[in-house]
């Protein structure tokens, strides 16, 4: 059993950036599949960002391409988003997700392959 704890959500002006972090709760962290995702009120969760278990491949919604960076950190069992210029159409609940994996280099987009989930931060960006 994984658990991940999101944080770094908050309200922020529009333009400005957010550092969202999700730390995992397993020693086989290099074993996961990480991603983000958000969800906005009568909006469905949709992918943002994911990263592989060995951290060299990332991939990213198209709307976050060119603002946004997933990176992980092993020592600290973190994944990390980073988010710049930030819009108002960016607010919703951003939740962490991990899906595992026996191969380093396995990604997927789809929230349905993902097992753990956390339990969301909210980002609100005022315009």
């Known amino acids: 059993q994984v658990q991940l704890v999101e944080s770094g959500g908050e309200l922020v002006q529009a333009g400005g950036s957010l550092r969202l972090s999700c730390k995992a709760s397993t020693r086989t962290f290099s074993n996961y599949v990480v991603g983000w995702f958000r969800q906005a009120p009568g909006k469905d969760r949709e992918f943002v960002a994911c990263?592989?278990?060995?951290?060299?491949?990332?991939f990213y919604a198209d709307s976050m391409k060119a603002r946004s960076t997933i990176s992980r950190d092993y020592a600290k069992n973190t994944v990390i988003l980073q988010m710049n210029s930030l819009k108002p159409e960016d607010t919703a609940v951003y939740y962490c997700?991990?899906?595992?994996?026996?191969?380093?280099?396995?990604?997927?987009?789809?929230?349905?392959?993902?097992?753990?989930w956390g339990q969301g931060t909210q980002v609100t960006v005022s315009s």
């Open positions: 990263i592989t278990g060995s951290g060299g491949s990332t």
């Open positions: 997700a991990a899906k595992y994996t026996s191969i380093g280099t396995m990604w997927s987009l789809d929230a349905n392959e993902y097992g753990y």
